[in-house]
């Protein structure tokens, strides 16, 4: 079994090209290039809380990098580096080598150096702080930078998804046993929980174009709810744009109608509303930005959709196609709630 | 009991003055000065790993900052931030208020913000990551930074702690029950492992002193050992010159011969040199620098104590004070290790 400074040698040491000193000493040294500044996020993951504990580690790895890339990507930053906190049962290569490559695999995909961190003995737990970089902005008020952030939404403004909605947390209902997806849909969908594709290009690329970025990391009508209370301002979502955006609903056997039925009416919805682990941009942009966003959404391969409109009154309300309100009670994940998310 | 929103709002969320943006958005944003380069640290602390679960909230807090300034601190690094992420059994005002008084007093002493971070239920643990302000100096070779680093001691140095050491891992020895203290010196040797002192102020003032610094966390033979590694050089380390480092020891009633003897004689050693906890300052300086030394030493009211000599030959070598090599088989703490440091 490896000590603490083998597993750090054998797994997590390595050459660094942006950073000025990598691992190995007690600090790591960053420089961010004139006129830009650094974009900071952290997230811990706990086994059983966030991820089942016999998790293929490889996937873990991905994801955990994953997750806080998808924080730079709703600021607009780009990649520069990461820190890796990690406390483990015990130091095992068979766990630890496909968990190095997953998250190094990611990391590399980005430019993203892994620059230093922590390992000890203790109930699996993973803490990733991320660091990117953005351009400063001394005009921009309140916050002098050209960072993408939740406080900037104005009435008027039309409210975009990327991607795809709720097939994580499908993913999750099926891998309880809650509901049966066919393999093929199964597959997919679970990709997405445990495989998560942050949208690092279209973060980058919103800058300039979008009011307010947030990403969806705990369900679309709570990352939404909180852009929406810095902002100051509420929104009318179209619950009919949404829902199409759970992909595994969409690619159904017998169409929508049919998982509807198979599934239980008010499931799509849910997942989609209030599901979580998604990892998409949930964004803001004025009306005059509509050619851009499609030209965009071309470039990248990524659908944009348009779920609601932002307006000047607090609160988030769901209407159907007719205008119509429609009654929820989906609570966003909260991780010290008594209420959780799904049924 | 609070959510993790309403958690965030009422203990972790404060004005930033030196970030440009903190707590509340997808990324927090820190923007260095022209010719600053930011330092960078993780430590996790696990319970029943690093300290007693029942430990007090308010130490607790101060303690888990203080390691990671104590990483500051060694690198010549001035406090800037910090992000907090934080696994909590359950969200307990009586717990969490303390525990954000005392982490939030020590980062108010430095000047150092809380920018960000996460919360989750989960085994408790706490992760943080510091962030520090050096200056850069592209003249330096190989590192273009005026940071103190593990890897420039010279054949000849000279090697010096501050403080005292050990009296942390007495204090473990004392309630874990294999030691008895007096009361008096319980209470002092307690308050070094519950409430340390980081050195931030002599790390900077070090700067251009040094020639190379680590922080003594896991003993002072191991992390002496690590900076002589990455200063591809041995030492040799006078065995009577460190054991006086011990305060308890020198304060003890009847004098040091009599603790040696109610403590067992090798107690004082081990603690001294593989005890670890300490976050005193273990570094290096030529001969010219005494006199600067010893002027700081007064200036911050803080001894700075030779106990060693930089080596071309790698590796460390204890010698007593007719220069014989003294047999020891102490470790130094490592998380992964089968064999722990103390008896």
């Given at each position: 079994m490896p000590g603490e400074f083998e597993l750090i040698a054998r797994y997590f040491t390595r050459p660094v090209h942006k950073a000025v000193l990598g691992v190995g000493d007690d600090c790591a040294l960053l420089q961010t290039a004139p006129g830009m500044q650094l974009a900071i996020s952290t997230d811990m993951l706990v086994a059983g809380r966030h991820f089942f504990a016999d998790v293929d580690p490889f996937l873990l790895g991905h994801k955990c990098l994953a997750v806080n890339l998808s924080d730079l990507a709703a600021c607009g930053a780009r990649p520069l580096a990461f820190s890796l906190a990690l406390a483990l049962p015990q130091a095992e290569d068979a766990w630890l080598a496909p968990f190095a490559k997953g998250l190094l695999a990611l990391a590399d995909a980005h430019g993203c150096e892994l620059i230093g961190g922590d390992t000890t003995r203790g109930p699996l737990t993973i803490c990733i702080t991320v660091y990117g970089e953005v351009p400063a902005d001394a005009a921009a008020l309140p916050i002098p930078t050209q960072a993408l952030l939740r406080s900037g939404a104005q009435p008027g403004d039309e409210v975009y998804v990327s991607g795809s909605l709720g097939d994580a947390a499908l993913a999750l209902l099926a891998l309880q046993g809650r509901r049966t997806l066919p393999p093929n849909l199964l597959q997919a969908a679970r990709a997405r929980l445990e495989q998560p594709t942050p949208r690092v290009a279209l973060g980058q690329a919103l800058?300039?174009?979008?009011s307010a970025c947030a990403d969806i990391s705990d369900g679309l009508l709570g990352d939404l709810g909180h852009l929406l209370a810095r902002s100051h301002c509420g929104a009318r979502l179209e619950v009919d744009k949404a829902v199409p955006l759970l992909a595994a609903r969409q690619a159904y056997a017998g169409g929508s109608a049919q998982f509807d039925s198979d599934m239980g009416a008010r499931t799509a919805l849910q997942c989609v509303l209030a599901g979580g682990d998604d990892y998409e941009l949930v964004f803001t942009a004025p009306l005059a930005q509509r050619s851009a966003l499609a030209a965009l959404s071309d470039t990248l391969g990524l659908p944009l959709t348009r779920v609601a409109t932002i307006e000047a009154a607090p609160g988030l309300r769901l209407v159907d196609a007719a205008g119509h309100a429609v009654a929820h009670d989906f609570a966003s994940f909260d991780h010290f709630a008594t209420r959780l998310a799904l049924p």
């Open positions: 800058r300039g174009i979008a």
